[in-house]
């Protein structure tokens, strides 16, 4: 199974060739963040630092974690310091398709998580401010990805459940492996259920089968002890010599033995069960 991080190492890697998209997808890498752009992934830090120098932007490579916090063990952000400014007035509504693509990458790679589990796949945006999760939400809304909102410890969070969802979000910003694997996933849990159905539908009929060949032997039996079996009428007789010979046999194959349709064959061993019962009574 294909990993989160092979998604986002993905996208990473996706090199826009229009200069407005370079701007949406860095405006996306800052969105719902005040200060200098902070990240634990070395990919985007790359990714922030290459679209900002295509730009023409004055960037500092990213700072590395101090000495003394390494030691201790923690989580080390690296900070990538950007000039906001220089990247001028962005609205979601007068953007074009391809800037609005772009932009939604750059928030999936800062500000998201991405999850494949046994449980069924997971997306979801942590936002510190209340205004830039609606605004994210909002912008999903207006592509047709419906999204949910939730708060957890004062962070603001925007999640996508839904297969379909995820899959629209995830081709909407390039992720191609990703898809592929929510539909391996499905199509394997498809095909999963439709072999339960199937097996749950041949056990059931090997359980009526068996049944009813037991109710069709005990009856012949019967038959037999009260010295009616032999005043049958020969298709009855011919009828209780195959089951006999053939006890397991289902019907299809009792009706193939005796040269008759499944109809015909059915209804002489319901006639024998009939005539057994009266015995029996």
């Known amino acids: ?3 989160a991080g092979e998604v986002k190492g993905e996208l990473a890697r996706i090199q826009p060739a229009r200069a407005c998209d370079r701007r949406a997808e860095l405006i996306g890498l800052l969105h719902g963040s005040n200060g200098p752009l902070r990240t634990l992934d070395h990919a985007i830090a790359r990714t922030a630092v290459h679209l900002a120098s295509t730009l023409g932007m004055s960037v500092s490579p990213p700072s590395a ?3 003394d916090r390494v030691r201790r063990g923690g989580r080390h952000h690296l900070s990538v310091e950007l000039d906001r400014s220089a990247l ?3 609205s979601w509504d007068a953007a074009p398709a391809c800037d609005r693509r772009a932009f939604l990458r750059g928030v999936l790679l800062t500000s998201g998580s991405i999850s494949f589990g046994a449980s069924g796949p997971h997306v979801e945006f942590v936002l510190a401010d209340v205004a830039d999760a609606s605004a994210l939400a909002s912008a ?3 592509l047709d990805v419906r999204a949910m909102r939730s708060e957890r410890r004062g962070r603001h969070v925007v999640y996508l459940k839904g297969q379909e969802e995820i899959a629209a979000l995830l081709r909407l910003v390039g992720a191609n492996r990703g898809v592929l694997e929510l539909e391996t996933v499905r199509v394997g849990r498809d095909v999963r259920a439709r072999l339960n159905r ?3 539908a041949e056990e059931a009929n090997l359980g009526r089968t068996v049944r009813a060949a037991d109710r069709q032997l005990s009856a012949i039996t019967r038959l037999e002890a009260e010295g009616s079996l032999s005043r049958l009428a020969p298709v009855l007789r011919d009828t209780a010599a195959i089951r006999r010979r053939m006890p397991d046999a289902d019907l299809d194959t009792i009706s193939a033995a ?6 015909a064959a059915n209804h002489r061993l319901r006639r024998l069960v009939e005539l057994g019962a009266d015995k029996e009574d």
């Open 1 to 3: 199974m294909i990993l």
């Open 65 to 67: 974690p101090m000495p």
């Open 88 to 90: 001028g007035a962005w």
């Open 140 to 142: 999903l809304e207006s």
């Open 198 to 200: 199937l097996l749950n």
């Open 258 to 263: 005796l040269g008759v349709s499944r109809s």
